[in-house]
């Protein structure tokens, strides 16, 4: 199983469907990422994707979160970054493979049918939430959130340090500034088990 990784950061993502059995990963981003843990493509995401979508068997896109973030708002505004779900999603269906679309909470709307996950579903002591949407399986149940009074939650250390937070997410080998728009593996391994069932017939 081959998994493409767009716009992958760091590897949060990828190292979540590394732990679910996806031994073949790829990320492509624009920017160079020295820490991504597996083969890495520095190239326009949505290139790449026409170019060799079709030699994935599943793949996995989290577009810039800006245009829909809580943050970008407070420092600016939103509509001064691109709103990239719908272009990405096109290219995504063209493909015919198996799909995962990632942003924040604010892009819930641009989203089809999208699962809501969160650190504290998977008894993990952090607050993060992001929504996925799924082609291969929208009907799937989602362990609900179950948040504590002393969960730790991205503020900017506030409530705790950056890097205590981005340890906490599971991004201890990233930088903190990596880890503030990192995917919690843990997120990405449960996704990655369940598309793997289906894919087995289980």
């Known amino acids: 199983m081959r998994l493409l990784d767009l716009f992958c950061g760091a590897g949060g993502a990828a190292v979540g469907y590394y732990r679910a059995g996806f031994t073949e990963i790829v990320g492509v981003d624009n920017r160079p990422m020295p820490r991504y843990p597996f083969e890495f493509v520095q190239a326009d995401a949505l290139e790449y994707l026409a170019e060799h979508g079709r030699e994935f068997d599943v793949i996995h896109a989290s577009p810039p979160c800006q245009a829909y973030s809580k943050a970008t708002a407070w420092r600016g505004r939103r509509t001064d970054h691109p709103d990239m779900i719908e272009a990405v999603r096109m290219a995504l269906v ?109």
């Open 94 to 202: 063209a493909t015919g493979r198996p799909y995962i679309i990632e942003n924040v909470e604010g892009a819930r709307g641009r989203l089809n049918l999208p699962i809501l996950l969160c650190g504290t579903a998977f008894n993990l002591p952090f607050r993060r939430h992001r929504f996925f949407e799924l082609s291969w399986y929208p009907a799937i149940l989602v362990p609900p959130c179950a948040h504590r009074a002393d969960d730790f939650s991205f503020d900017h250390g506030g409530k705790q340090t950056e890097r205590t937070y981005a340890d906490a997410i599971g991004c201890d080998w990233m930088a903190v500034i990596e880890a503030r728009q990192a995917i919690p593996p843990a997120y990405t391994e449960w996704i990655g088990r369940r598309l793997l069932e289906v894919i087995n017939g289980r």
